[in-house]
């Protein structure tokens, strides 16, 4: 890409995951310019983008926000408006993903293994009728989520009856939908790709993830030592060709581009599953994307400037 350009790294907002975001974007802005890019750094402010971009003389944008706005699809639609190429996902691909419930239903339609689950709204019925589709579904334990939430904020693993009252409130913190999924013990991996430029889908090594808790929540995923990367993961060769297979299959038909990276688990039994895709994940010191690419023989600022080259509109 011509580095006479300018290129604006969109980081913040209003989101719960704001300050991940911050250091995802600050990190890609320094790569990209210790890669010779022209680089502006914009803070989001959603009322103001339009003039935020402008400003910038922006000719093409990295999107760099987590959750709200950044992976739901209004920053892909307002940069569309605009005519900016952008990097990542598009409209359509991004609501999907972030939408946990929309991801889930494209799944199984699709034949994509992923956990069993309830839907919970807010206004459709009181507390303790939930307890009760939860237990009248599932054993415990289960996994309680907000719909559109990111970085594993307001999720629960609930084991016991008890605490599944403080797990939806903690949830509904977050989103005024809620996801009850059946809980697959095993073991939890990552897979992050990236969509060539002939359009081919690129699959760095797959990642096996210890978290140095009962498992892989907020503070483990963003904790310096909070976690550990074993990439390429010490798995069966069988084991990553599944987790590869079903995960380019999630990203090509929820229509995604740029880089993506799907969540997965393996059950005692080798089963496979998605449990969700991310369309923007974290650059972060401690994030998996940067380590897959790594193992694979490609460093920070290159990875950077791969995904500057997926922009577009």
């Known amino acids: 890409m011509d580095k006479d350009i300018t290129v604006a ?19 890609m802005a320094e790569a990209l310019r210790g890669k010779g890019y022209q680089v502006k750094e914009i803070r989001l402010v959603p009322h103001n983008f339009f003039e935020q971009v402008k400003e910038s003389g922006a000719d093409v944008v990295v999107i760099a926000v987590h959750g709200l706005y950044g992976e739901d699809g209004r920053l892909q ?26 991801a889930k239903r494209v799944f199984l ?19 303790q009728d939930m307890i009760k589709a939860i ?30 009252q403080k797990a939806l409130d903690e949830a509904f913190r977050y989103d005024e939908e809620v996801l009850v999924e059946q809980y697959i013990a ?60 079903i995960s380019v299959n999630a990203y090509e038909v929820l229509g995604c581009s740029g880089v993506a990276r799907t969540d997965c688990m393996i059950d005692k039994d080798g089963n496979c599953y998605v449990l969700e895709m ?3 994940p974290g650059m972060t010191p401690t994030s998996l994307v940067p380590d897959a690419a790594r193992a ?13 080259e997926t922009a577009h509109l």
């Not at 339609?109 to 507390?127: A, M, Q």
């Not at 694979?296 to 500057?308: K, P, Q, V, Y």
């Open 9 to 27: 790294v969109v980081m913040g907002g209003p989101s719960a995951e704001e300050q991940i975001s911050l250091s995802t974007g600050h990190a």
């Open 77 to 102: 639609s307002a940069l569309e408006m605009m005519g900016i190429p952008y990097t990542g996902s598009g409209v359509l691909a991004s609501s999907l993903s972030m939408n946990k419930l929309a």
């Open 109 to 127: 339609g699709s034949g994509i293994p992923t956990p069993d689950y309830i839907f919970l709204h807010r206004r459709n019925r009181g507390k």
């Open 135 to 164: 237990t009248d579904k599932f054993s415990l334990p289960v996994v309680v989520k907000p719909v559109s939430q990111g970085s594993s904020l307001g999720v629960t693993i609930e084991k016991d009856v008890s605490g599944l």
């Open 186 to 245: 095993g073991q939890e991996t990552s897979v992050c790709m990236i969509r060539r430029k002939d359009g081919t889908v690129k699959v760095w090594p797959v990642v096996l993830i210890h978290p140095h808790a009962e498992w892989y929540d907020f503070n483990a995923k963003y904790s310096v030592g909070g976690v550990e990367h074993l990439v390429p993961a010490p798995l069966p060769e069988e084991i990553i060709q599944k987790l590869k297979d």
């Open 278 to 280: 991310n369309t923007v």
């Open 296 to 308: 694979d023989g490609t460093d920070f600022g290159e990875l950077c400037e791969m995904i500057l």
